[in-house]
């Protein structure tokens, strides 16, 4: 009968790389840029890495918009995904992150070696992103700062033609050490996304960011609309069927997404 105080053990591990102007990139984010680089379209990828069409889609975004620069270019294609491709950029992380990944594995090996046993470790500690239901995020650098009694009207940056507007605490100000020029993450939810077919209008809603329909997922009451922005961002929206139809939106028409500067949540990184 074997004894399991000499049960043996292997040392594993996952490798996450992070940067000031990159999004968290773990190996299944890199399999899917990898995968799109294959197959030169976002379902064939998606298909190769097993996920859904929508999930395939919603990553990419995901990535785009927390990163500088973009990572994948594409044309809207309807279901089969039209063309797609990494940017040079996008090449470039895929590249260096294998090369780490191979050296992450030899350190493993060579770590695992030393150890006879996993109880030799005391407490083992992991630390993870922050993990949220919301797709609207967006990283960013602090443009300008407007100080109240109660609140303070922050001015984030997330490209070269893009600023985000929230309104925040002053309190939450200080305890996220906010000051023009830090780094932070934004999140917009979805329902909080109005949608025009027009231009940006005279209206209360201080975030109005215009862009083009790349994508309509229709559901039985309510429907997901994604907006290209440009500059590799994107913003998504969940509408009622019936505003749908009354907005008369198609993939490939101008729209504008509105949302107060309430709505906006900005996180530390």
């Given at each position: 009968m074997p004894d399991?105080?000499?049960t043996s053990a292997r040392l594993t591990g996952s490798l996450l790389l992070k940067g000031q102007n990159l999004p968290g990139f773990a190996s299944e984010q890199v399999r899917l840029l990898?995968?799109?680089?294959?197959?030169?379209s976002i379902a064939a990828a998606a298909r190769q890495v097993g996920i859904s069409y929508k999930t395939a889609w919603d990553r990419i975004d995901a990535m785009n918009n927390l990163s500088a620069q973009p990572l994948v270019a594409r044309s809207a294609g309807g279901a089969q995904g039209g063309g797609t491709q990494l940017t040079e950029f996008g090449r470039n992380v895929v590249a260096g992150f294998r090369t780490l990944e191979t050296q992450h594995d030899k350190f493993l090996a060579r770590l695992g070696q030393s150890l006879n046993s996993l109880d030799d470790v005391a407490n083992f500690i992991s630390a993870g992103t922050t993990v949220s239901s919301i797709r609207n995020q967006y990283r960013g650098v602090v443009e300008s700062i407007q100080h109240g009694a109660v609140n303070a009207e922050v001015a984030l940056r997330i490209s070269d033609r893009q600023t985000l507007i929230a309104i925040i605490t002053e309190d939450s100000l200080e305890r996220l050490s906010l000051n023009v020029g830090a780094q932070t993450l934004a999140l917009v939810n979805e329902s909080s996304v109005i949608l025009t077919a027009e231009g940006p209008l005279a209206t209360s809603a201080r975030n109005q960011?215009?862009?083009?329909v790349t994508r309509i997922a229709r559901g039985a009451v309510n429907s997901d609309i994604t907006?290209?922005?440009g500059e590799g961002k994107s913003i998504s929206a969940t509408i009622t069927n019936t505003s749908l139809e009354a907005l008369a939106l198609d993939e490939g028409a101008p729209a504008c997404a509105l949302f107060k500067a309430s709505s906006v949540i900005l996180l530390a990184v």
């Open positions: 399991p105080d000499n990898q995968a799109v680089e294959e197959t030169g960011l215009a862009g083009t907006l290209d922005l």
